[in-house]
Structure formats: C-alpha cells, structure tokens
C-alpha cells in the first residue's frame, strides 16, 4: 500500500478546465500553430497560421513544447524536459475482476499496472528523454515493460488491446511551474 500514489483522470480534468474556461468567455483554438508572439505596448500578439490574436496576459500550457513557446515569445526558457511514458492494456481472465485492485508496481519500480476498464493498464515506467513530438510506444519498451511485469504475476499476457504513449514534461528540479516568468510579470506558466 502506498499512500503517495493516487490516480487522475486526465481527459476529464481537461474537459472540466475547458467547460471553465469557455463560462469565463475564454475562447479556444483548435489547430492554430503559433508562428509568431510578440509583446508590445504592454499587449501581447500571437500570430497563428489562421489569424492573430491579443491579450493582456498569455499563459504557457503547452507542455513538452513550453520552452518553445518561451522562446518565440523572448521569455527566458526554464529548460523543460519531455520524458516519454507508455502504456499497454492488456485484458485479463474472465474470473478476474479488477474493480477494486489498487495501483502496484514492481519493487524497483521498473514497472507498474493498475485497472482500468475492466482490463490492466501496464506501464514499463519508461523516461526516455525525447524531443516534443506526438509520441507512441515503442514495441521494444512496452515488450520489456510487460516481461518484467510478468515475473512477479502468475497470469500471462497473451495479448494487448492497445497502447500508447505520451509525453510527461518536467521542471530541471521536478517541481511544479506555475506562476508568473521572471522578466515579465503578464506571461505564465
């Protein structure tokens, strides 16, 4: 049992923080890459490859893209770090239910599953540093990630519905970023 792990529901906390957004008259833009950011007379200029946008503030959420984003926008980069993480569900016996199985992990921590849908999630527990990309599992990483899980279970994995991966961004440090940029107090991160 370990009482530091807990678990997030990524696709509704963004759904929520959106819903909250779009009540506070914010307005979303889907596909429009910024080519230009501009700060001038204390406004900022986002220029997209659809249309511009101004604002007296500009948040930075863009995650493995954050120092990017910094840069065209002449902010000093915090020096972010993409790792990637991936993903294997894979389903087991029918006499199993996982309902209320907890999140556990192999005593190195080289691997970790928790339920999911009726089925396990498995996760290798890779951190490969990578570039910003769109990323996806590497059949190498979730084939090491899944032998390592299966020498401590006595059920095997004879297939995987899916997988994924995606990109776990960190500070230098591993602490949290939020808060204004130190040479100028109207972008965020």
């Known amino acids: 049992y370990r009482e530091d792990v807990y678990d997030l529901d990524t696709s509704r906390l963004i759904q929520n923080f959106e ?5 506070n008259k914010a307005q979303i833009r889907h596909n429009s890459n910024a080519v230009k950011i501009e700060y001038l007379n ?9 249309d511009e946008y101004h604002s007296a503030i500009l948040v930075n959420a863009a995650g493995a893209w954050a120092d990017h984003i910094s840069s065209m926008a002449s902010i000093e980069k915090i020096g972010f770090l ?3 993480r991936s993903m294997a569900r894979i389903p087991l016996p029918s006499e199993f239910d996982t309902s209320n199985w907890p999140f556990f ?6 691997w970790y599953a928790k339920p999911d849908a ?3 999630i ?5 951190e490969d540093l990578v570039e910003p990309h769109d990323a996806w599992a590497e059949d190498i990483v979730l084939a090491e990630g899944i032998s390592r899980y299966q020498e401590f279970v006595t059920t095997s994995v004879h297939k995987i519905s ?4 995606g990109l776990r961004t960190f500070a230098p440090d591993r602490s949290l970023v939020i808060g204004p940029a130190k040479n100028n ?5």
């Open 42 to 50: 204390s406004m900022w200029r986002v220029s997209t490859d659809n």
């Open 82 to 84: 993409p790792f990637r």
């Open 122 to 126: 498995v996760s290798p527990a890779d």
């Open 105 to 110: 992990s192999g005593s190195l921590e080289d």
């Open 162 to 165: 899916s997988n994924w991966a």
């Open 19 to 23: 819903k909250e957004a779009k009540y």
């Open 185 to 189: 107090s109207t972008f965020f991160f």
């Open 118 to 120: 009726g089925q396990l």
